[in-house]
């Protein structure tokens, strides 16, 4: 799963085919608890994907670095310096393509088993633990902040929300960039298509076929997109039930935080993007509009920390 570095991922994991029906965000490995489980697992399991890097792979391939690739493109775009954090790495692919670019990437996540796999499976980067609520790594400013697939949703208070830009502004360079792609708020005012029922998918790996049935709902009162996800297996251990959560930010309000902690929006836009249909490819310009329901956010840090 796409971890949860500095960020606290659960469940979408940077690659493109999610769950059929709703596209999660990196959810699944940043909100991780790092516990081996390599006993049976009581019905209640934390985070399946999370504490399986290989098996999150499996559940969500990406051969074609998209998300890295669009990245990439975005810190083109806008000119950004070499020095790269990647919150929320994950198995760290994104951050590999990122190294692979040119550049200097510190790739940061809360979850152990990720961190652990990202260093072994795809080196390069600096990988070190960190919660992007808040953190401070201490090391020299970074030119640019790359936060995908929903990690920065995990954020689910306003002070979660502060802490987190807050670090991101100590630890940017003057003029650095904050790039971040998740699930956009608007898209479910009035719409229900991914409420209305669950969402079912499956998968085989080394021999095992895992199925998934995920149901989201909306809690108003707290501003989340909640999601109840069950897995079983066909090798005979209990299933698992996961529970999670995304912060719903709206377009006006994301600026709003944005410029309240020194911030211009340089571009905060539907699509194209890694996770949208269709999806993003080298030569694309950004979008205008902010309906649909993939946010993309490139802001550059004005004031400093």
Do not use: K
């Not at 399946?48 to 890295?68: I, K």
């Not at 609520?133 to 030119?143: A, I, S």
């Not at 995908?148 to 502060?162: F, I, M, R, V």
């Not at 790039?179 to 998968?203: C, H, I, K, Q, S």
């Amino acid at each position: 799963m796409r971890h949860e570095a500095a960020a606290i991922n659960d469940g979408e994991g940077r690659p493109r085919n999610e769950e059929a029906r709703p596209r999660h965000d990196r959810s699944e490995s940043r909100h991780a608890d790092s516990r081996p489980r390599h006993e049976v697992p009581p019905p209640r399991h934390e985070n399946l994907l999370t504490d399986n890097p290989a098996l999150y792979e499996a559940r969500f391939p990406d051969d074609d670095r998209l998300a890295g690739r669009w990245a990439e493109d975005c810190l083109r775009r806008h000119g950004a310096g070499p020095r790269v954090l990647d919150l929320g790495c994950g198995t760290g692919r994104d951050a590999a393509h990122l190294h692979a670019a040119g550049r200097t990437v510190v790739a940061a996540d809360l979850s152990d088993a990720m961190l652990a796999y990202a260093r072994t499976h795809h080196p390069g980067p600096e990988h070190v633990r960190a919660d992007l609520r808040g953190f401070d790594l201490r090391t020299e400013p970074f030119d640019a902040v790359v936060c995908l697939d929903s990690a920065l949703l995990y954020c689910h208070t306003n002070a979660a929300l502060d802490g987190f830009l807050a670090s991101c502004r100590r630890s940017l360079a003057p003029g650095g960039l904050l790039v971040a792609e998740m699930r956009n708020g608007a898209y479910f005012l009035g719409r229900t298509d991914l409420l209305d029922a669950p969402a079912v998918n499956g998968f085989t790996w080394q021999g095992t076929t895992y199925t998934s049935t995920t149901t989201l709902s909306l809690d108003r009162t707290a501003q989340l997109l909640r999601r109840t996800r069950r897995w079983t297996a066909d090798d005979g251990t209990p299933p698992y039930e996961q529970r999670s959560a995304w912060r719903l930010l709206f377009p006006q309000e994301l600026r709003h935080l944005l410029a309240t902690h020194g911030f211009e929006t340089l571009a905060l836009h539907d699509g194209p993007g890694p996770r949208t249909e269709p999806a993003w490819q080298e030569g694309l310009a950004p979008g205008e509009t902010a309906d649909q329901d993939r946010l993309h956010l490139v802001a550059r840090l004005t004031a400093s920390g």
